[in-house]
């Protein structure tokens, strides 16, 4: 058993350490004041090659593993950045890789390692079926040679910065099916394009946090039949490899959120005297920041094994769930030892503490709800009773 990184491994971190250097909290601080998206970091990350990391080469991307792509998604959140901002590129990869025909490949992953196309927009949840995907209301039609979609989504983060996105509708009644998880498939959807058009509206919805979530309202969406990803009916199995790499590039957005806290709260306490003496030589505010390095760094455990998994193209929901799960947990305690750690000037926006704290409680909830991950657990790897 190997626990170390390869080589290629730590000159990732140490480039990817080195791109955000040139983006420092005050840059994101501004951001976040100002509600902007953070078009420079995002084209420097491209035009650097990281958002194709997972792009085979033949399409001229970086043709990297899930487990490389989860250390540069953490170096960004480590930075005091937040990797949201661009992660769906990565996580989409899982379904267009592994489902897309040649064609689909041909025709966007080469645009996409350019940087001539973004894929930022991933648009599964709907406001009325929430969690329970299976539900999903979206429906397309096929008429001809095309897919007419129309519908609503919510919470479809970056749709205002993105020229693809990838869409679940439903293309069985739900009524119709025996099996509940069949009956949906997924699309490539030229946004610009729809929205343009006037296909699909965009509502901006203000979050706690500058996230660059929206509102979806399709409406008679012309989408060409060969802009069906995989097969007919089968996309919430397709969508399921993007699921389970989004999980594990949360659970290192987690990580990498963690390890701020941790590095940051640490040289504080060591640094900030009340009592004649550093406040990191009390037990009160040292224990639980060791406490949370402790957990990050098993969590991290679980992350690899679940990218390692992931990479040799095994079955790996439940560690990929078991990842997100304990490093989301991990992080939300670095953040709260942290903000203990800085007492008052925790509240304070110069020390960004806030912030991260404001983005890192995204993480017990979306992508997906820790109670789901749970659940998911409790029924499909402990066989218990079914709450959905
Ligand atoms: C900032 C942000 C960005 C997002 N970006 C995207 C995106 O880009 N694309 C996208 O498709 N979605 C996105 N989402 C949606 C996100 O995935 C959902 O919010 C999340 O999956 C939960 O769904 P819901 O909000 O409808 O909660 P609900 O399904 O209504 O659940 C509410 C609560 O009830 C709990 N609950 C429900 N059922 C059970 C059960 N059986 N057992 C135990 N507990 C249960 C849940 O765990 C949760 O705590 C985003 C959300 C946010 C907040």
């Known amino acids: 058993m190997d626990f170390g990184r390869t080589q290629e491994q730590e000159s990732i971190r140490s480039a990817v350490r080195s791109l955000c250097a040139q983006f420092p ?29 997972l792009i085979p080469s033949e399409f001229g ?14 170096e960004i959140n480590a930075s005091g950045g937040n990797a949201a901002v661009a992660h769906a590129q990565m996580y989409t990869m899982g379904t267009l890789l592994r489902h897309g025909s040649v064609e689909q490949k041909r025709r966007y992953l080469p645009k996409l390692a350019k940087g001539e196309l973004r894929l930022q ?50 293309t069985t009644p739900y009524d119709e099916l025996t099996d509940k998880t069949q009956g949906l498939s997924v699309f490539i959807v030229d946004l610009r394009d729809a929205i343009q058009r006037q296909r699909i509206v965009v509502r901006p919805i203000e979050t706690m946090f500058n996230h660059h979530t929206t509102e979806l309202f399709i409406d008679e969406l012309e989408v060409p039949a060969e802009d069906l990803v995989g097969t007919e009916g089968q996309g919430f199995r397709h969508i399921i490899d993007s699921w389970n790499a989004e999980r594990i590039l ?53 992350r690899d094994k679940a990218a390692w998994l992931f990479d040799g193209g095994r079955k790996c929901g439940a560690e990929a769930n078991m990842a997100k799960l304990l490093a989301s947990q991990a992080a939300w305690d670095a953040a709260n030892a ?10 304070a926006r110069e020390f960004d503490v806030e912030r991260k704290f404001r983005e890192t409680r995204l993480l017990l909830t979306a992508p997906v709800s820790n109670n789901l991950v749970l659940a998911y657990l409790g029924q499909n790897v402990l066989g218990m009773p079914r709450s959905y």
């Open 25 to 53: 909290d005050e840059y994101w601080r501004e951001l976040d004041r100002a509600s902007e998206y953070p078009e420079k970091f995002v084209r420097a990350l491209t035009d650097a090659g990281w958002l194709a990391a």
């Open 61 to 74: 991307g970086a043709g990297l593993g899930l487990a490389e792509a989860a250390l540069i998604i953490e």
């Open 121 to 170: 927009a991933f648009g599964v949840t709907e406001p009325e079926a929430g969690s329970e995907t299976t539900r999903i209301k979206t429906t397309a039609v096929r008429r001809g040679d095309r897919w007419v979609i129309s519908g609503k989504k919510i919470f479809i983060s970056r749709a205002k910065y993105s020229d693809l996105l990838l869409l679940l509708a439903r």
């Open 250 to 302: 949360i659970a290192s957005e987690s990580l990498g959120d963690g390890r701020w806290f941790v590095d940051h709260a640490a040289k504080y306490a060591s640094e900030r005297v009340v009592f004649g003496r550093p406040i990191g030589a009390n037990q009160g505010v040292q224990f639980p920041l060791a406490q949370s390095h402790a957990r990050l760094e098993a969590a991290s455990l679980m």
């Open 338 to 347: 942290a903000m203990d750690a800085y007492g008052g000037y925790g509240f």
